[in-house]
Every structure is written in C-alpha cells, then in structure tokens.
C-alpha cells in the first residue's frame, strides 16, 4: 500500500495488529505504534492525501471506514461505532469530514 513506502512495514503490521478485533481501534495508539506521529508535517500530509482518496480535500466518513486499508489491503474496515468517534474526535469545525490541519492535530495528539 501506499502508506508503507512511507512507515516502517514492522511499525505498520504492529499497529494493525493491535486494532485486529472490532470496535479495538484506538486512533491515537494507532498513531503511536505506527509511527507516523513522529512523522514530519509533510509526511502527515503526504498520508492525509492518501487516505482522502477522492482528492476532495477532506477525509469524510466513508473514507474514514476504509482508514486500516490504506495500510494494508487486507486489514479490516472499522465499524461504524468506531468510525463515529474518530470522525468526532477530529472535526474540529463541526462539518463532518477531516480537514488537513485537523488530521494533522489528531495524528500529533
């Protein structure tokens, strides 16, 4: 995937694998583990449009749901209690998608 040439694949499959079970996603954890809240401002970026697929310049929900397979094919989708408090836990601004600042925040957090 995409997101491996730019994290550490051991880093990648360790995060994955502690979020495998549904309704375990821990968005800051995940972060942690795979390292890209060490990553530099451009490195979250590079992720952010990656992870917005349809180049609209936000992560919206349905995105959102699709997040673990930007890192892997295979990983799950996250469920929809999951997907709810990540979104919330990042929009800022209330609109219900992610902006790039506001992913930016919660990848740091």
């Known amino acids: 995937m995409a997101l491996a040439g730019l994290l550490n694949e051991a880093d990648i499959k360790a995060a994955l694998n ?4 549904a ?3 821990n968005f800051k954890s995940f972060f942690k583990v795979c390292g890209l809240a060490t990553k530099s401002a ?3 970026k590079k992720a952010f449009k990656i992870i917005d697929q349809d180049n609209s310049g ?3 929900e349905e995105e959102l749901k699709l997040f673990l397979q930007n890192f ?10 999951e997907t709810k408090a990540f979104l919330a ?4 601004d ?10 930016t925040v919660i990848v740091k957090a």
Do not use: H, N, P, Q
């Open 89 to 92: 836990a990042a929009d800022d």
């Open 42 to 44: 451009d490195d979250v």
């Open 72 to 81: 892997s094919a295979s990983a799950r989708v996250l469920t929809d209690k």
């Open 58 to 60: 936000f992560i919206e």
């Open 23 to 25: 309704d375990s996603f």
């Open 94 to 103: 209330g609109d219900g998608m992610i902006g790039i600042e506001e992913f």
């Open 18 to 21: 502690g979020c495998a079970a």
